[in-house]
């Protein structure tokens, strides 16, 4: 019993020891080598005019086309948004007295890459909330409800036109009265 005891710990240990040589290696290109194999490369010009076509169709009621451009949109807002972040991972991966002492010259060039970045990830917000209301509006409520749902798990606190419209868009599928 003791033996067989002592394996299975050993065969545990062997497995984790793997699964954290496979988390930090640094050769490992495969989740950004998929995002590219999945959404190509993408630019800021075309999530930009994505944008833009998604707000026209949205706006205009045809949310049978919407959809589609906003699930491409928001994907694409989402990988522009963390591949502009990376631009910046040297400096939040340093350490806390690293980060202190670096030169606020340095630094201050950086910012606006930094806003960038969080301004594509709350238009990927939005745009989740715009395809989960068009969800609702063409009648798919079980299409809606994880949408909806995950937009306002992203959705700021200081989005209020959106989390409200959210807020109603999922009350109303599961049917229960706001306040």
């Known amino acids: 019993m003791k033996r067989l005891l002592f394996t299975a710990v050993l065969l545990l240990s062997m497995l984790a020891f793997s699964e954290e040589k496979k988390i930090s290696d640094p050769f490992d290109l495969s989740a950004s080598q998929s995002k590219v194999e999945e959404l190509g490369v993408i630019t800021k010009p075309e999530v930009d005019a994505l944008e833009a076509k998604a707000k026209e169709l949205f706006n205009a009621g045809n949310c049978t086309a919407a959809i589609p451009v906003l699930i491409d949109y928001s994907k694409k807002s989402n990988w522009l948004a963390n591949m502009i972040a990376a631009t910046l991972e040297p400096y939040?991966?340093?350490?806390?007295?690293?980060?202190?002492?670096?030169?606020?010259?340095?630094?201050?060039?950086?910012?606006?890459?930094?806003?960038?970045?969080?301004?594509?990830?709350?238009?990927?917000?939005?745009?989740?909330?715009?395809?989960?209301?068009?969800?609702?509006k063409v009648g798919d409520k079980k299409g809606a409800i994880p949408v909806l749902l995950k937009a306002l798990d992203l959705i700021d606190l200081d989005s209020d036109v959106w989390w409200e419209r959210t807020r109603n868009n999922l009350l109303s599928v599961i049917e229960v009265q706001a306040p």
């Open 92 to 136: 939040y991966g340093a350490s806390y007295d690293d980060r202190k002492s670096y030169s606020y010259a340095k630094l201050e060039p950086l910012i606006p890459m930094e806003s960038m970045a969080n301004d594509y990830k709350r238009k990927r917000n939005v745009a989740f909330a715009m395809q989960g209301e068009c969800l609702v």
